[in-house]
């Protein structure tokens, strides 16, 4: 591991977010990022990596969720209990078919371990790329954020706040199936984004 990486990720995000957050709001965003990351990591060297995607990502959600920022497109929330399948494959598949015409976002009620391999290769049939995606906590900043909420098997674990779009789809958990359940599960959520995004895009 490089030494100074993180205080050198800590300069890079205080002048990407200057004039929005603090460099003490930077450096908790760093420190919360290593702390979630850190012990699950299976290459150390990845591990600054990782931890600047996560702390982007949330200083950018707590940017948008307050107003500091304005949004470009819709925000569309995936959440499952270990986001590592559901959640992750239906996010892939937002990203994929809506051109970036939507930011997406992707957490887990509980998350643990590491993204489902069948649900990579589900995916990757369909030309879609998961190599760099990891489970990630649910927090308020990222559903305060969002504009469309969707909810599969997490139960009321999902904070709620007024003026957004709330929907829970019934859509079977791949972990422990064989690939041609995952392969159901796929093109089940295919359908449902594709629904979904015809609502918030046209």
Known sequence: ???????????????????????????????????????????????????????????????????????????????????????????????????????????????????????VEALAERGIALTAAYPKPLTDTVVQAADVVITMGCGDTCPYYPGKIYEDWQVADPAGQPLPVVRDIRDDLQQRVAELLRRILD
């Open 1 to 119: 591991m490089i030494p100074d990486a993180y205080e050198t990720l800590k300069a890079d995000l205080e002048y990407s977010y200057r004039g929005v957050f603090t460099p003490d709001d930077v450096a908790e965003a760093v420190d919360a990022a290593r702390a979630l990351l850190e012990p699950r990591a299976h290459v150390e060297t990845f591990l600054p990596v990782l931890v600047a995607r996560q702390a982007r990502e949330q200083l950018m959600a707590k940017a948008q969720a307050e107003g500091r920022v304005a949004k470009k497109v819709p925000e569309v929330l995936f959440i499952c209990v270990h986001n590592a399948g559901r959640s992750q494959m239906a996010a892939a598949l937002t990203e994929h078919l809506s051109a970036r015409r939507v930011h997406v976002r992707s957490a887990g009620s509980q998350p643990t371990g590491d993204i489902n391999p069948l649900v």
